[in-house]
């Protein structure tokens, strides 16, 4: 039998008049990792609080490993990271890391040995007496969500975690995630939609207060490819259409359509044809036209927009 890690079901939550998440529902199944995304004021952080049970719900039910959001029975289970996070900065972050292991049962010793290994995961094993105060920004953030890790839980929410890191401690923090994720489910939000399609195996849409649920895995019977004609001279010449048409009569393909800056999105069914990439070089060279990019797959950001652009062609 199927046992979610979390499971929300017709789950409504307003503010005042304004329903920011409107009859939702979706679960994540242990040893998942899911993107939760969504535009400016969509709802993440509303979802955030409701699931860690900082907020009530008009409406609807929420289970995480079975219990009610903020139980107690979920105390070192479910661990959390808020988009605004915060250390009291007067004290270190060795002593205030160590007495929330201690708040989770952790014996003195053991919560000061939990704390130095999360705070190596995030590079800052040399700041255990630091003062919260004394830590940059990024060193704050990545504090808390070294306090997140305490005692291995095995759900984590993480509300934009790398947002405001420089770009070598977000990759850190992202390879830190991907790590972990073999022991752990996690919920991501982040605006960074090129890492959640890294790290993320199902991503979760809010938008209009209504959840979109797709896999961010590759259909296997569909391949995606994009290709950018180069941009020199002759290209102002090349006709888009023309191009389209050409690509269109390639065996296995099923849809092309074009961009901007000569930029054309192809999907085919590989099984078809075991040799795509040759005979697509080889239909470009017969038309004289030279690729300037070729890259497998379709991202995220593709799919995200091409449901928007179809959510909005039928609304
Ligand atoms: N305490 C509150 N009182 C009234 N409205 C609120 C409150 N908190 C959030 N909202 C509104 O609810 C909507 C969702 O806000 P929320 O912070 O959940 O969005 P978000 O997706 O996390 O946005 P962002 O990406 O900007 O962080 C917004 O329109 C916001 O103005």
Redesign the pocket.
Known sequence: MNNPIIKVTQLVKS??R?K?LNNISFEINKGETVALI??????????FSLLCGYLKADSGSMQLLGEQPGSQALFGKVAALP?DAQLDPAFSIGQQLSFYGQLQGLTGREARAETERVLALVDLAAHYHTKAGALSHGMRKRACMAQAFIGSPALILLDEPTAGLDPANALHIRELISDLSQHASFLI?S?NIFELERLCNKVLY?QDGQLQQHNAQPNESIAHLSLQLATGKEAAAINSDEVCQQLRQLAGVKEVSAGRNHEYQLSYQPQVVDDFDIRLLQCLAANGWQYKQLSKGKTLEQQLFARKQAATVLS
């Not at 969504?38 to 979802?47: E, F, R, S, V």
């Open positions: 503010y005042g304004h920011v969504g535009q400016n004021g969509a709802g993440k952080t509303t979802l988009q939000s605006h809010l």
